[in-house]
């Protein structure tokens, strides 16, 4: 059985900084893509950010591009995502995904796991 655990959010003011975690159970971390997506109230779940199985190649949306840097422990089966310079714009639930691909893409509909994501709220 496949679990991915989401956890990092919380409650930061506008400029702060968060990481979160997600670790994965039920699988061959190693051979999968990882994604962080977000949704915020009211709007369609988002990319925000995807690594490869080495972590040797990661994309970002551009909304993220310079504030958040994901990565990857493979020994730990843990994805990261650290975020910095948090804007309000930022709050959402923030997801973590498994593709079991070979390049990563932006595309919710290809990602074959999800967690149940965690909380993230900036204030301004």
């Known amino acids: 059985q496949v679990q991915l655990v989401e956890s990092g959010g919380g409650l930061v003011q506008a400029g702060g900084s968060l990481r979160l975690s997600c670790a994965a159970s039920?699988?061959?971390?190693?051979?999968?893509?990882m994604g962080w997506f977000r949704q915020a109230p009211g709007k369609e779940r988002e990319f925000v950010a995807g690594?490869?199985?080495?972590?040797?190649?990661?994309a970002y949306a551009d909304s993220v591009k310079g504030r958040f840097t994901i990565s990857r422990d493979n020994a730990k089966n843990t994805v990261y995502l650290q975020m910095n310079s948090l804007k309000p714009e930022d709050t959402a639930v923030y997801y973590c995904?498994?593709?079991?691909?070979?390049?990563?893409?932006?595309?919710?509909?290809?990602?074959?796991?999800w967690g149940q994501g965690t909380q993230v709220t900036v204030s301004s």
């Open positions: 995904a498994a593709d079991k691909a070979w390049v990563v893409t932006r595309q919710l509909h290809e990602y074959d796991y």
């Open positions: 039920g699988l061959t971390f190693s051979t999968y893509v």
């Open positions: 690594i490869s199985r080495s972590g040797g190649t990661r």
